[in-house]
Structure formats: structure tokens, C-alpha cells
Nanobody, 126 residues
Framework: QVQLVESGGGLVQPGGSLRLSCAAS????????VGWFRQAPGEEREFVGA?????????HYADSVKGRFTISRDNAANAWYLQMNRLNPEDTARYYC??????????????????WGQGTQVSVSS
């Protein structure tokens, strides 16, 4: 049984940083594309970033986070991370980690991912 568990969310001031973690069990992270999505209140869930396994471990980021957020993976820990810097109030959302085997055309879409965590809340406010 696959389980993804996020951690690391919290309240941070604008300009601050957070690092989210996603610990996986029941799958091997090196065999999947791993990603992050987020959902703000009243909004649809949106793509944040992904590390796509196929095509040689390529990184994909939403324009809104490019240059501020970074995905990394720890094969030994069977986990991946989202380092978030220069956070602003618009980054406030529940963040979800996901794993799957999306083809390139759907790497930014929820439908490309099979497994999901339950989410961790990130709030950016002064």
C-alpha cells in the first residue's frame, strides 16, 4: 500500500522560507515522477513543480514559483522536498505531494499522478 506523508508546513512571514517534505512508503521514489501541487481556499488545485523521472530527471516549475521554489529528492530516505524561499501571501495554500508516471504533456496536471498525500498547510502572513 502506497502512502505519502507531507510535513513541514506552518506559518511564516512574507519573505521567509519553508521546506516541505514528502515521505513515501510502498513505492520507490526513483521509479516515479514526484511533484507538488497546492490548493488555496476557493481555488482549484494547481501545479507547483515536479521532478520528472522519464527523460532524464527533468525539473518543471510553475511560472509563479520559478526561481523561488526548488524540488529535491533523497533516494536513501525515499523522500522528496520542496524548498520555498521568498514566500509571499499568494503562496498561502494547502500543499500536496504526488507521485506518478505522467507523460510530458500532463506532468503539470493532476491527472498525471496516481498517488497523493493528505497535504500540509502553508500560511504566509505578517
Amino acid at each position: 500500500q502506497v502512502q505519502l506523508v507531507e510535513s513541514g508546513g506552518g506559518l511564516v512571514q512574507p519573505g521567509g522560507s519553508l521546506r516541505l517534505s514528502c515521505a513515501a512508503s510502498g513505492l520507490t521514489v526513483t521509479q516515479y515522477t514526484v511533484g507538488w501541487f497546492r490548493q488555496a481556499p476557493g481555488e482549484e488545485r494547481e501545479f507547483v513543480g515536479a521532478l520528472r523521472r522519464l527523460g532524464g530527471n527533468t525539473y518543471h516549475y510553475a511560472d509563479s514559483v520559478k526561481g523561488r521554489f526548488t524540488i529535491s529528492r533523497d533516494n536513501a530516505a525515499n523522500a522528496w522536498y520542496l524548498q520555498m524561499n521568498r514566500l509571499n501571501p499568494e503562496d498561502t495554500a494547502r500543499y500536496y505531494c504526488a507521485a506518478g508516471q505522467p507523460i510530458l504533456s500532463v506532468v503539470r496536471q493532476e491527472t498525471g499522478y496516481t498517488y497523493w498525500g493528505q497535504g500540509t498547510q502553508v500560511s504566509v502572513s505578517s
